[in-house]
């Protein structure tokens, strides 16, 4: 694996953070994922937009049994350590001595307020990367915002743009928190391409707020160049007919179908048996589709209705029309396209068995990737790390048990 | 000194995907040399265009992705101009592509046997393998395989469209990643590899939210406009504009309730989460009445002072004018000779070590035509 024998220290929760370090533990590298005894990632409750579940319920391992949580971070080792006490910030100190790369999401106060900055850990190891994933940004007048998954894809944009004219409304795969980890897992490639090329390790900021705003570059430079603020369309580019999602058979079931140039106008006619819809000249162009719009979608849908949602897609793809069948998150798993390039992985894990997460999305044809461990236990490899990595002795790892520096079973109140 | 500094690349992807790795590349230090068809990438078509009038060097897109990359044209019907494709090609560091090089019949392993250290990134819409990986695929498509909007929009109308090209630009990121890796095993191996996306792919990662809950027995979510779960995850209008939230635990929510000057709305049927879940429609209309009178940045800045998750629902405009934005110091003003001097998106990310700028404006279709010529890089 390519990067076996790199050490990540991995502090973040939730999400993007985990997401991040994930990416690495796939190519191979070591990473340390901390808890605190009593901090646990918020993950391990299941979704912030979510009532959480009663997390003292001992007997049921409640927290080992988010979906969530296990989804970011398999290939990780799992150890807890209370960061408030002296202890455990010394012993959080010994493996950034013997690690590469320290990834934190706190807001931007709290490593400052344990001593644990860059520049401290730059003091303990010269060669360290440290990279910090704050909601918004270290600083500026909104540095102590705090941001969810939702409050931070609405700061940079992307509801105004999606959505209905009277209401915007969010993305469901919550993309900020994603966006926080891919962007996350570039910038550390690029440090260690950098480290690689230099020796030298250094700091990383990944603001999550302006990490995100790329993605809506083209309405940012349209409104420039046009003075008007793009419109939210519910069905996609309105220049366009048939352009939508359109009702299949069955309840509740879609497909997407995308017609832009005259020549798909014609492929489409043909595929759904429609060709005295070419004599007609009013259709024609793309324009004169546009103005039919409302006629275009009636008789589309007309033709959906008759169709099982793949069998349409079928039809018109290989007609040469752009077409996809909606799936909802069960169908993805016996998608025939998603089966065919093992789009999942089953990993099986105690507590939870077995259960499919997404591959290694990144196909590197010569140093693979591999989702081969499922999430760690809570705190299930304390003893590896404090006694095989740091060197701890028996009494040492005792003493820290009983001061609850370290644990294996939550310290809830 | 910038991380990519003299990396040769050659950025044939005529897509978003394609040429959002390029820029990520471009802007730490890569020298991206574009090849585009004669009529210019399909990305100089993305409108709206100033008055209507579709401009190759004046689409929003185009001049977002391809800041700072050079620019020559190739016709693909033209021998000669293959022969110097090719020629490019086996003399870059890394090749991003999204279909082009299997069009001119040109393959990886003999452009490897002259250059073994190339890096070759291959971008596709579902995938290079299985049945559908000749579909086509764009943005909407890619939103509907993937699961990514079957709980978007009202529960009483279909799905709805997301917003322009996200699954391409994870792909894109996912390619400056697999990029990166690649180039790191380059330097020590001395080979290069393929780095293989699908925006399929990429778009599963982030939605594995709903398909490995699914999994593990929670309910399929359904569509709520514009409510996530409930109003406590939710955008709501206010007298000026919308708000976000996420304003779950009781602790919070009591503050948010405060902030907008209805106490009540923590009490009786809306005491508990669950009780707030099962009274959404009744707690929203109450919400609504309360936020009617107030201002977007008065409720936000009155809740963020109180660590409450509120945030505004930003417009294009908004965030051009955003204090926070400034203080960070994040545009960067960029003049091009066509579209005029326009602000940039920033940093997605700060590397200490690592200079990030964009390095000029948008090519004009072919204007770095004599490169081709020459076989010529920066370095």
New interface residues.
Partial sequence: M?FEGLRIVDLTMGWAGPLSTM?FAD?GAQVIKIEGPGRLDWWRR???????PDMRDVDAKVWE?S??F??VNRNKLGVTLDMSSPQGREIFERLVAVSDVVVESFSPRVMKKWGLDHERLAEINPGIIMMSLPA??S????A?????????????????????DD?????????AD??GG??????L??????R???G?G??????Q???L??????????????G???AR????DSRFAP?????CQGDDR???I?VATDDEWIKFCGATGRPELLADPALRTAQGRQENRGRIDDLTSEWTRQHDRRDA?EIL?RA??????????????E????T??E??VELDRAV?GR?????V???????PGNAAEPAPLFGEDNDFVLREILGLRDDEVRELRELGVVAETPMLN | ?S??AGLRVLETASWVAGQ?CGK?LAD?GGDVLKVEPPEGDPTRR?????GETPDPE?S??F???NAGKRSCVIDSTCDADLEALRKMAASADVVVDDGLLAAAGIDYESLRSQNPALVLVSLSG??D????RD????D???????????????PD??????????PF??AA??????T??????A??SG????????A?????????????????G?P??QRH??R??GV????Q?CRDG?????V??NSAWDAFCDVIGAPELATGPFA???LR?ANADALEARVREKLSTLAVADVVEAC?AR??????????????DS???R??D?WQRVAHPV?GT?????????????QWRIPGPAPLLGQDQDSLVTNGWSR
């Fill in positions: 390519i990416l190519f299941g979704s912030a937009s979510k009532p959480p049994r979906a969530l296990c989804g918004v940004g600083s500026g007048p909104w102590h915002y705090i941001g969810y998954a939702s409050t931070t894809e609405a700061m940079s944009g992307l509801p105004a743009l999606c959505g209905y209401a915007p409304i969010l993305q469901t795969p919550f993309v994603p966006l891919l962007n996350g897992a570039t910038a490639a690029f440090a260690l391409y950098h690689e090329l230099t030298e250094q700091r990383i900021e990944v603001g707020h302006e990490g705003i790329p993605l809506i570059g083209h309405g940012l430079m349209e409104y420039q160049l046009t008007e603020i793009p369309s519910s069905t996609g352009n939508g999602c359109y009702p879609w497909v997407v995308s897609m793809q040469g029309v752009v077409a996809a069948a909606v799936n909802n998150a069960a169908d993805l798993l998608d025939p396209q998603v065919a390039t789009g999942f939870v259960h499919p997460y997404p591959r999305s990144v196909r590197l044809s010569e140093t | 000194m991380v990519m959002y990520l730490h993305a409108g709206p265009f100033p004046r929003g897109l001049l977002h992705l579902f995938g393998d299985g049945p559908y579909f086509r695929a764009n909407f498509a890619i939103y509907a395989a993937s699961g990514w909007i079957a709980a978007m929009g009202r109308e279909p799905p709805v469209y997301p917003g322009r090209d996200y630009y994870i990121l996912y390619a400056a990643f697999g990166t890796i690649a180039l790191y095993h330097r020590r080979r290069g590899q393929r780095v293989g996306v699908s399929l792919d990429a778009a599963i990662s982030v939605d594995f939210y709903e398909t490995t809950s699914h999994s593990f929670v399929l979510r406009g514009s996530i779960s406590s995850s939710s955008l209008p919308w708000i976000a939230l996420t779950n635990v508990t989460p669950q879940l963020q660590h409450v998750a509120v945030a505004p629902v930003a417009t294009v405009a908004d965030l051009l204090r926070q934005l203080a960070r994040w579209a326009l602000q940039h998106p920033g940093p997605p990310f700060r590397l200490q070590k690592a």
